[in-house]
């Protein structure tokens, strides 16, 4: 029988279109317990590499006859190695090539749709990590939104588009994962914006959001309008763009609302947090269709692979927006907050210049799923 690798990309494909899965996870049973693979077409089964060195015989007919089997472990060799084993046993088997490390970077861009005159906005799905990135496009020139530290993904994409990207923003400051929004922006040549109120300690020069402001895209053709919406961050700053979408950082999910405690200050936040989500996105259209920064589990991902959704519907079903009483919104907001995200603090420093960690190290600091959101 065969062993093949399958890539993050092939991957995300089959997860999107809800082709079965089986993954055998060759990763510690930490490890697999804290983030994994996950699509709501997955079935999982955690076995500990050093627990098969003696072979997979006696784990065969806990592995479906009707399903793909993909391997994974954490940079891939371990997996290859588990596959083989397999393969002898006579089944046809996958490794995930790269291991959970490619499945942490791989940033995969959807169309979102169409923009005032021709232009087009695209979200990049981050499906291994939960985070969420957007390129919008018009007129030659392209605005990104919360990109990664894969900055090559999005210049690459940027120029099979033929378009010059002039503009980088940041919601806020993050705390999960690195941002490579000044890093693309000082490489092309464009403006990277930040929060003023989040950037008090920043190294770098970059220009200020201000509410109220317009960032235009193409000529004039696109408007950017900053919402300064506190919460999550102090500086936590929202944007519509093009009068229909609203891009709403780490504030409001699909599911879940931002959390407030990332840099220790959950209670003093929490009013801030009510207000944005209360006062601030209620006066807003809720025609809007909400863009979050992440997204926190596979079933908040449309049919085609985005996550998005009308702000009227979240106003009905999302359960952080329909608190009556604000001390019990307090007690959903600070009572029962997940753990902090790994390496969030170092992550933060990096965010503000502090510190510049190798390639490697970085990968090393966002192992692990986002935990922005109050659960």
Known sequence: MTVQAITASELTRKIRERKPLFVLDVRNADAFADWKVEGVSIEHLNIPYFDLLDGVEEIMDQLPEDRDIVVVCAKEGSSVMVAEMIAEEGRNVHYLSGGMKAWSEHLEPIKIGDLTGGGELYQFVRIGKGCLSYMIISNGEAAIVDATRMTDVFIQFANEKNVKITNVLDTHLHADHISGGRHIAEEVGGTYWLPPKDA??????????????????????????????????????????????????????????????????????????????????????????????????????????????KLSVLLKNNHGLNVE???????????????????????????????????????????????????
């Open 200 to 309: 008090e300690e920043v190294t770098f020069t970059y220009r200020p959001l201000h509410d109220g402001d317009t960032i235009t895209v193409g000529n004039s053709v696109i408007a950017i309008q900053p919402l300064y919406s506190p919460g999550h961050t102090i500086g936590s700053t929202s944007f519509i763009v093009d009068d229909t979408y609203l891009m709403s950082g780490d504030i409001l999910f699909i599911d879940s609302i931002g959390r407030p405690d990332l840099a220790g200050l959950a209670e003093d936040w929490v009013g801030d947090l009510r207000e944005t989500l209360y006062e601030r996105y209620r006066n807003l259209s809720e025609d809007l269709i909400v863009l979050p920064a992440h997204f926190m589990v596979m079933e908040e991902l449309n049919e085609n692979g985005s996550v998005a959704e």
């Open 325 to 375: 009483k604000e001390e019990d919104f307090r007690q959903l907001v600070t009572g029962n907050l997940p753990p902090q995200p790994n390496a969030y603090q170092e992550i933060r420093k990096t965010n503000m210049g502090h510190i510049t960690p190798d390639e490697e190290t970085q990968r090393e600091m966002e192992i692990g799923p986002n935990r922005c959101a109050v659960r």
